[in-house]
């Protein structure tokens, strides 16, 4: 304690002998020139809660949900009444009437803008949709492929010939387009893509050529857009190798395809290979800058990434209505399956995954729809590796559930679980996308804080005092108060604890944050299981701040079964306050709950052998 | 020759989907927050009144509701699927539980004046009551000829060749226009309100009238005493011969 008085006596001081220094300082202040940015997930790496785009929970106006409700409805009886997902997986195909009818209702063009052919949704009324075709993974994947990558960079960056020439066909269904980036060598490391494009002598055409694999709709689609590499030449007058995005029309030759993959699920769905030998494309088909293709391909995968939320929200809502009917049904020892803890657990497991992916799925919409082009890159990155996961996990449960019968392919789990797989892969794989999350926060921070550090070098007494208050506090164990909770607290109070929980969370996280970088510095580039941890811990703080700020608004505005939302939101933040606690433990210096240094050894171990090394448990020594 | 107008009623049911429940209180079912949606059969006259229009024998049809202001979602579905315009004769939640069919008939027949249509086009039922009377009642307030229970229509100039499933058989009738005719399952399957037709349906108008604009008293003679589920079923009985059923019969009093 005694420590505690010289810090207080030190701190005093100091603050009486700066104060007219921080009145110097304060009109040295620089403008703020870039607009209020809606970096959520990077301000918690700070230890900060950046409420304003998470708070209240987005809203839509009667009239928009009016016309959600009137979209889904069609929507949802063509599926319920015309389509077959049994036989669309036994057949390998999705029939051509059906695809006919989902072009006719307007599937195709969804987020194409209206004035185009499209029907010009906004991402949360695209996301409402999505719950709406979830009921056929092939037929999902297949409109997704086609427009929230496929024809997605003509809409992102396209020049006012190349939408009004390509999106009214695409948006009719007239053509159906694909995205072209993936090839055998360059998977997860896109910017490696060896495809190549070379400018004819008449500088009139780029000539394609490469070879592109696992293209989903790459036999149906007319329109692709590719990926290739291509000369530039830089400012400096040096010549570079860059990534540029084309616009290619199977017509202009040279385009064959492979036969369609055989796949584990989605079978409905086309997904082959793609050649392109000297293929012609015209310098007009360039999609954004030359040299702009690798930012254009990030761009495009991320603005599609959150809709992933809420298709799975959907398809686990359904499950729970399946497997309800069962275990409501279904007797064993003379007792209802829906009688008994171990069930009920599955069902409990269900609801709260769905409630939290809709709730972070609908939050990234309402940002994403806000004006101006907010990057909500880490937000949709997070909602994607917990959706996948939680699909996998879900689907695995409801199969479960139903025993012996899941396992049968007379019922649907089975399918949807194969469906289900692919998530966890495509679109970024988790792994990538959690050492996207954790690197982008931590590199924000990292900026942050390198500069507080040259402030303080600089006399800023402010960023000082800013410090010193910070170790005070940790000293003293004083609590948290983020704003979130009290009489002007952003969370309703039966959240109350649920909210503390999160902030307390979110200021250990930053301090962790700090401690390292400090450790690490550039090197935790390389330290994925550190990585993989802040992104988890990230994951979830992202999901607690999304039910919190759902819950608060529904039981402020009175919705239906409020009290069901309380429990839910309130059992998913206790959950994931304690798993964050034992990741933040994990990530101190020297824990003993770390065990990374160990499975690095054992992995180092296997792989040198590539095979399990331990001595038979039989053996003897002779 | 398309200088005939049809008015097309439609009604807001609970989706048949729905697994109904009833009240605790027994004076009804549950409609809050349960799935609602456009009565089957009167899908069935819209897409009726629709393929008239495009056969372009129908100028104009307009789409009508009775009921509070969810029915315009309804309207709106009508008017996806190709209506021109509606009408949404408004009634509070509160007094739409004593709005049957005898109120919805003097309304449709006050507005089929005052539209000045040729055709008056319902469903033959509402799934939620089953009641089957309200295009009889308004055929009788207008003293219009009607065909119910329609499986096919033809236009044949000022008059209309209306087929009706009965139940020896098929009924042919010629009913000379103004008419009320009524929808059955085998006329006609309606069509998907596409999406881009929803978006383009939000340009068309619904005019918002009150029944009393009308001169139309909603009052109502009956009130619903209790609402129950139907008794669970039980198990039967085997019996082994006729004598044995018939003894079994007058013992529970059936015969």
Known sequence: MSRCGLFLRRAAAAGRACRALVAFTASRRPLRTSPQSRAFAKELCLGKIEKN????????????????????KPVEKFFIEEVDPQKIDREGKIPDDTLEKLKSLGLFG???????????????????????????????????????????????????????????????????????????????????????????????HYILNGCKVWITNGGLASIFTVFARTEVADSDGSVKDKITAFIVERDFGGITNGKPEDKLGLR???????????????????????????????NILNSGRFSMGSIVAGMIKKLIE??????????????????????????????????????????????????????CSIEAAMVKVFSSEGAWQCVSEALQILGGLGYMTDYPYERMLR????????????????LFIALTGLRHAGRILTGKMNELKWGNVGVAMGIIGQKLRDALCQTVNMGLTGKLGLVHPSLEDSATKLEQNVYYFGRTVESLLHRFGKSIVDEQLVLKRVANILINMYGMTAVLSRA????????????????????????????????????????????????????????????????????RMS | ????????????????????RVKPDKTGVVTDGVKHSMNPFCEIAVEEAVRLKEKKLVKEVIAVSCGPVQCQETIRTALAMGADRGIHVEVPAAEADRVGPLQVARVLAKLAEREKVDLVLLGKQAIDDDCNQTGQMTAGLLDWPQGTFASQVTLEGAKLKVEREIDGGLETLRLKLPAVVTTDLRLNEPRYATLPNIMKAKKKKIEVIKASDLGVDLSSKLTVVSVEDPPQRTAGVKVETTEDLVAKLKEVGRI
Not at chain 1, 53 to 70: A, R, Y
């Open chain 1, 53 to 72: 785009g998470v708070f209240p929970f987005p809203e839509v106006s009667q009239d928009e949900l009016n016309e959600i409700n009137q979209l889904v």
């Open chain 1, 110 to 204: 969804m987020q194409i803008p209206e004035e185009y052919g499209g029907l010009g949704l906004s991402n949360t009324m695209y996301a409402r949709l999505g719950e709406t075709i979830s009921l056929d993974g092939s037929i999902t994947v297949t409109l997704t492929g086609h427009q929230a990558i496929g024809l997605k960079g003509i809409i992102l960056v396209g020049t006012e010939e190349q939408k009004a020439k390509y999106l009214p066909k695409l948006a009719s269904g007239e053509h159906i387009a694909a995205f072209c980036l993936t090839e055998p060598g360059s998977g997860s490391d896109a910017a490696s893509i060896q495809t190549r494009a070379t400018l004819s002598e008449d500088k009139k």
């Open chain 1, 268 to 298: 409905g769905s086309n997904t082959c290979e793609v050649h392109f030998e000297n293929t012609k494309v015209p310098i007009q088909n360039v999609l954004g800058e030359v040299g702009g293709g690798f930012k254009l391909a990030m």
């Open chain 1, 322 to 375: 399946l497997t309800a009917e069962y275990a409501c049904t279904r007797k064993q020892f003379n007792r209802k399956l829906s009688e008994f803890g171990l069930i009920q657990e599955k069902f409990a497991l269900m609801a709260q995954k769905a409630y939290v992916m809709e709730s972070m799925a609908y939050l990234t919409a309402g940002m994403l729809d806000q004006p101006g082009v907010p990057d």
């Open chain 1, 419 to 434: 469906d289900a797989r692919i998530l966890l892969i495509f679109e970024g794989t988790n792994e990538i996308l959690r």
């Open chain 1, 552 to 619: 608060s608004r529904s039981i402020r505005t009175g919705l239906r079964d409020h009290d069901q939302e309380i429990l839910l939101a309130n059992m998913f933040c206790v959950e994931a306050y304690f798993q964050n606690l034992f990741s933040l433990s994990q990530l101190e210096k020297n824990a003993p709950e770390n065990l990374d240094k160990q499975t690095k050894k054992i992995a180092q171990q296997i792989l040198e052998k590539r095979a399990y090394i331990c001595a038979h448990p039989l053996d």
């Open chain 2, 1 to 20: 020759m398309a200088e005939l107008r049809a008015l097309v009623a439609v009604k807001r049911v609970i989706d048949f989907a729905v697994k109904i």
